[in-house]
């Protein structure tokens, strides 16, 4: 971890924001003086309204109390986790009828309810200010609302540590799951499910004004039922966007993708807000007498940030060169990380982190092999080589984001909008828990990985 001290200094961090002795002090804490919530009160609260989550037993769970929930009405099971800024324990309920039996396994039953509970030690996180990175994911969770994505199911303050209960992933993530398959690398196939999935994902933080900023495999979650979600938001950046209808360029039907230039279009002649737009809508009931060639654009466009934030095989030639940055770095981690799903590695690694940004910012993007084994291989390559472009003026997604991306060829026959009906490649099944692993790697180094040797980082 690499951080800048007030002098400007860099200084080493250790990756855990709370030491082992933190971590017992928490579970020996009395939380008499805990804050308690009104039934009104809490009904008010912005993160109780998820329409999403509408139908989930462990969100309706919650929602049945008649107060809002503290640390008494949870029960700790385990630590699956430690990141930089806290530590995540699965949890379940008070009350909720769990065995012991249930404490064995992740099951996605509504008779075992499980959550993940992050606890941060505010006084640790003041001393390492990095106060506002806490505030920043939790002022994020609290706004989401999307199939994959997490969901914020409660909050509340006990002594000096701030704990949020969201989702639980019981599937892991996709570096583990990645280790696991045949030479440790996913199909094509494979890799453009979960790619179509992080592609949604990333359009919805993108329409909110949210740069996501630390896109990797590790950070993608596999639910119970096989689907994605994203986790750590606390180096998100988030900006404004303006959601609009354009009309699409003109786009050679020959060549790559990957070589055109993506211009946005003038606002005077090929711009309607979408503001306009709705209100439009919803006066006619002829919602197809919108021109199907038209794209929903909702792309941070404006936003700009000097932070050097990431983790170190992802990064764009822009940070690593200390450039200041925008949306376009979302699109350039999308490019490693289909690349490393489906070859296993990433395309500028080297055996030190300096090397890796050198290779970053000036070595050509290369292949393992001259040609694609499958016309799919053949797309994603052309997909992988337009995100991957050094300049991000010209970077495949940073104009118009998902907008572009969909129409490329390496998602055709994918309905990008059901793709959470489709039956994901792999479907975890009940884990014991000696056998399972750690769902939230945030900000932790994989002590098993031997190729990858970068960190997440944070420098201003």
């Not at 303006?242 to 699409?248: D, G, L, Q, T």
């Not at 786009?251 to 737009?277: E, I, M, N």
């Not at 050198?358 to 993007?365: G, H, Q, Y």
């Amino acid at each position: 971890m690499l951080e800048r001290d007030s002098d400007g200094e860099a200084v080493n961090s250790s990756h855990s924001s709370m030491s082992s002795e933190s971590c017992s002090s928490f579970s020996r804490l009395s939380f008499d003086a805990a804050a308690t919530t009104t039934a009104a009160d809490f009904a008010t609260e912005t993160l109780c309204l998820k329409p999403h989550r509408s139908s989930d037993f462990a969100y309706s769970a919650i929602r049945s109390k008649k107060t809002a929930p503290t640390f008494r009405d949870f029960r700790l099971l385990r630590r699956i986790g430690a990141g930089d800024i806290g530590t995540v324990y699965l949890c379940t309920l008070r009350g909720t009828g769990s065995s012991p039996a249930d404490q064995d396994r992740e099951s996605s039953s509504s008779s075992s309810c499980f959550y993940a509970m992050k606890v941060v030690d505010k006084e640790a996180l003041a001393l390492k200010k990095k106060v506002h990175r806490a505030e920043m994911e939790r002022k994020i969770l609290k706004m989401l609302d999307h199939p994959f994505l997490p969901t914020l199911y409660a909050e509340f303050e006990a002594s000096h540590f701030s704990c949020i209960v969201m989702e639980y992933c019981s599937g892991g993530d996709l570096h583990s799951l990645r280790h696991k398959q045949p030479y440790k690398r996913f199909s094509p196939s494979s890799a453009r499910f979960y790619a179509a999935e992080v592609l949604v994902a990333l359009e919805y933080l993108h329409m909110l004004g949210i740069i996501y900023r630390d896109l990797k495999p590790e950070n993608v979650l596999v639910r119970s039922d096989g689907h994605i979600m994203l986790s750590d938001f606390d180096l998100s950046l988030c900006s404004d966007a303006i959601p609009a209808v354009e009309s699409p360029d003109s786009y050679s039907d020959s060549g790559s993708l990957s070589t055109q230039s993506y211009t946005r279009p003038q606002q005077t002649t090929a711009f309607t807000p979408f503001s306009c737009l709705s209100t439009w809508l919803f006066r006619s009931r002829k919602v197809q007498t919108l021109s199907p060639n038209r794209l929903f654009v909702a792309e941070p466009v404006a936003a700009r940030s000097r932070s050097f934030v990431g983790t170190h095989e992802y990064v764009s030639p822009e940070v690593a060169s200390g450039s200041s940055h925008g949306n376009a770095v979302d699109w350039w981690a999308f490019g490693i990380f289909l690349y490393e799903l489906i070859y296993g590695h990433t395309p500028f690694a080297a055996p030190s982190n300096e090397n890796t940004l050198r290779n970053i910012v000036k070595k050509p993007l290369a292949f393992p092999t001259p040609t694609p084994s499958s016309a799919l291989e053949g797309h994603a390559r052309d997909l992988i080589s337009g995100f991957l472009n050094k300049n991000p003026e010209r970077r495949l997604g940073s104009k118009r984001g998902a907008a572009d991306v969909k129409k490329h060829p390496f998602f055709k026959g994918i309905n990008l909008a059901l793709v959470r009906s489709l039956t994901p490649p792999m479907i975890p099944g009940l884990i014991r828990r000696q056998n399972t692993t750690p769902s939230y790697q945030a900000k932790k180094t994989d002590q098993n990985r031997n190729t990858r040797q970068s960190t997440a980082f944070e420098c201003f």
